[in-house]
């Protein structure tokens, strides 16, 4: 019988991209991961991807299982085997978008691209066909130039590496008189202009049109297979806000793969937004919980010397940035003002500015949620204020909206785009006072988590959202867990920090003061203790610094490279990498380690113990110190993991199996147990964050453990609730009130068990 499911622990399948990680690989590691307590493997899509894909969200077709990772079968013996062990699967589903980087693979859009409009699958994806005034305008040339080399081969036109079909009774003449006969139009992918609705604005992956029932049918028959045959126990939705009509599309799976099913939605949340009740779903995968866990870790004395630190690089506030993207997106923002003059009748050379200034002040992913509804009134409002003579086509736009229809859609999966590039593209990639917080699910321009907002917050998750995911790591996360915890003690140390960056920047000056601001504390954050810079380690550290700086598209972008500026940033990469300021970083690496590590391992078991069901990323049981994806889904030492395991030495080991053996003895406690905060006293009392669970399970933890060094614990207690407890890390019995010193001798936080003598 498979258990409830109480924690996850999500693997990355690889096919012969890199070092293949298939269903087999998987079920090799049952054993290890039943040994530390998991419930359930999480798997990465599984679905068949592009060829050569390194993370699966390409897929190409959504009929059949990846034979790259071992086919149906191999899927169905990976869950046999798992549910012998009483544990279960997860799957992760990509319902938004396609792959579409190779034609030939896709079969559906390949046949869009034969056959055009007249396509059986022509109203599977999300094609604006007035765009190219009856064709599909594909991005996909790296220059007008490329067009010279065009040739004919068989019933395919060839450009490049780029295979393409020829309609039927088009093919005479040369190659560029069939291409003129297409269904199809090749332009410049820098361009910006597009045939067709895109994931943000990643061209290789094609939006798919779920809200059309035969759509829905055919891109989840074979889910339905899983579920109706037992194979697996669950899905993460990914991209949810992408999608048409979110709150229908989730109902429709709920009916399809049934009500015990365990559907988690990727969706982040912005700070103070609720996911909507009505969702048919336990909850989202977890960034909300990441901001408040991780916030934890962020000592606010440290804002004033960081704050002033990072003044010279500010960005720009939120709207402006987010009007900014606006622009950037016209290829969306010209196919919603179509829909808004169709459904108004209305030609305003103003509605472009008009609705760019709306964008500006919309600061979730989507605002036609039951509870966001309010926000685009607000908005409108709001920018009619800030610019009056907009005043009537915001008006325009708001009528049309508020009659439904495709201009309404359009608005909210372009706001998706729009929020989505301003924060986690410009934002996290600029603001630099303290970059642990530039994460998915948090706000950097809030200076951390107070415990009364943790608690709070928590205390209502416990209520509202008991089975939602929790997680520190993820396939999409900016830093790993370990790294923003060590950046995060520098909000202890501003002054010695500010010190060091300023002397480096003195020795070694970045081409740009914010780009270096930025950088340091990543090179910071992934610096290795023992200060040996391997070649992998700096190969990693250039291809995270050339993402990074396209990202923040302020010196150079993605469209746009400025290879001058990218090879000094380079340059400036290698003095510091091999220069003397190497000594200096391992040395401030050495000093902040200890707190480093307290606060990995005490965000670690907050993670595991409050309300929600935890996830463990592969390979965060041990230290890891990885950056953006694709780094962060490099293949994992489990034989590492599987000695540390046996040692039981390794502290944040020691948690991640205490802490998942304690849910599943106790899965009441953690599933249904109210939560309620446990205040520590004495002077050092805001150094401690505890709770209970239910009335068998205590929680404790220690932070800002580099200013706690200076001042001590002095006299400060945790009254625990009556009775004897055990900690379950250590065997150490406590009882009454206890002093925070010995509570927190050994490691930085505790897990008590209610001792029944």
Known sequence: MVSPVL???????????GRRFTFADAENLLDYLDALGISHLYLSPILTPT?????????????????????????ARLSAAARSRGMGLIVDIVPNHAGVEVPAENPWWWDVLRHGRSSDYAGFFDIDWDRG?????LPVLESDRDLAGLTRHGDTLVVGGLVLPIAPGTGAGDPHQVLDRQHYHLVDWRSGVCGYRRFLTINTLAALRQEDVQVFAATHREVARWFAED??????????????DPVGYLRRLRALIGPSAWIIVEKNLATGEALDPCLPVAGTTGYDALRLIGGLFVDPDGVPELSALAAPTAVGPLPTLRTMTAAALANDSQRLLRCVTAATGTVDPRLAKALAALLGQIGVYRCDYPMTEPILPAAIAQAAAAEPELAEPLGVIGAAVAGGGEAAVRLQQLCVAVVAGAVEGSLFHRYARLVSLNEFGGDPLRFGCTSGEFHAAVAGRARHWPDAMTTLSTHDTMRGEDVRARIGVLSQLPGRWAGAVQRWESRIPCPDAATGLFLWQNIFGAWPEDGIV???????????ARKAIREAGGRTSWRDPDNA??????????AVLHGPVADELTELVHAVAPHAHSDAVAQKLLALTVPGVPDVYQGTELWEDSLADPDNRRAVDFAACRVALEAATHPKMRVVQGALRARRARPDTFRHGAYRPILAAGPAADHVVGFRRADDVAVAITRWTARLAESGWADTVIALPQGPWIDRLTGRQWMGAVRAAELFAELPGVLLERHHS
């Open 7 to 17: 924690s996850t622990y999500r693997l990355q399948l690889r096919g012969p991209a």
């Open 231 to 244: 194979v697996v126990d669950g899905v993460r939705i990914d991209h949810l806000d992408g999608l048409s």
């Open 565 to 574: 500026f990218e090879r000094a940033v380079s340059d400036w990469l290698d």
């Open 534 to 544: 391997t070649e992998a380690l700096r190969a990693r550290l250039h291809a995270y």
């Open 133 to 137: 005034a009856g064709r599909l305008v």
């Open 51 to 75: 060829s050569g894909s390194s993370h699966g969200y390409d897929v190409t077709d959504p009929t059949t299982v990846s034979a790259d990772l071992g086919g149906p079968d191999g899927l």
